[in-house]
Nanobody, 120 residues
Framework: QVQLVESGGGLVQPGGSLRLSCAAS????????MGWHRQAPGKQRELVAA???????NYADSVKGRFTISRDNAKNTVYLQMDSLKPEDTAVYYC??????????????WGKGTLVTVSS
C-alpha cells in the first residue's frame, strides 16, 4: 500500500556531511509523522529524528545540533541532513512513516535501510 525508498547513504570521512532522502509512494490519503531510525552493528535500532505533519521535530541527544530533519509534504518525502559526522554515526538508517492508506487506521511503514559509513 505504501512503499518507501531511501537514498543518499554511503561512505564519508569524519566531519563530513550526507543527506538522506526517503520518498513514499502508493495510496496515501494522509501522511502523519515521518522519521529516521538507525541500527549499528550489535546494537538495537534507535530513533534518530522525527517530524510531525505540523513540522515539529525531535532528535536523539547524540545528534542534536548536527542532524536536521525536514519534509516535503507535496512529495511525501522526508530528508535527514547529517553534518559533522562521527564514526559512531555508522549504521544502517531506516526511514519510518505513519501513513493512512486503505486501512481503517494509520499504519507504520519502514524502508529497507541505507548504509552510512563514517570512516577515514
Amino acid at each position: 500500500q505504501v512503499q518507501l525508498v531511501e537514498s543518499g547513504g554511503g561512505l564519508v570521512q569524519p566531519g563530513g556531511s550526507l543527506r538522506l532522502s526517503c520518498a513514499a509512494s502508493g495510496t496515501i490519503f494522509n501522511m502523519h509523522a515521518m522519521g529516521w531510525h538507525r541500527q549499528a552493528p550489535g546494537k538495537q535500532r534507535e530513533l534518530v529524528a522525527a517530524i510531525t505533519s505540523a513540522g515539529s521535530t525531535n532528535y536523539a541527544d547524540s545528534v542534536k545540533g548536527r542532524f536536521t530533519i525536514s519534509r516535503d509534504n507535496a512529495k511525501n518525502t522526508v530528508y535527514l541532513q547529517m553534518d559533522s559526522l562521527k564514526p559512531e554515526d555508522t549504521a544502517v538508517y531506516y526511514c519510518n512513516v505513519a501513513a493512512q492508506s486503505w486501512d481503517l487506521y494509520p499504519k507504520n511503514y519502514w524502508g529497507k535501510g541505507t548504509l552510512v559509513t563514517v570512516s577515514s
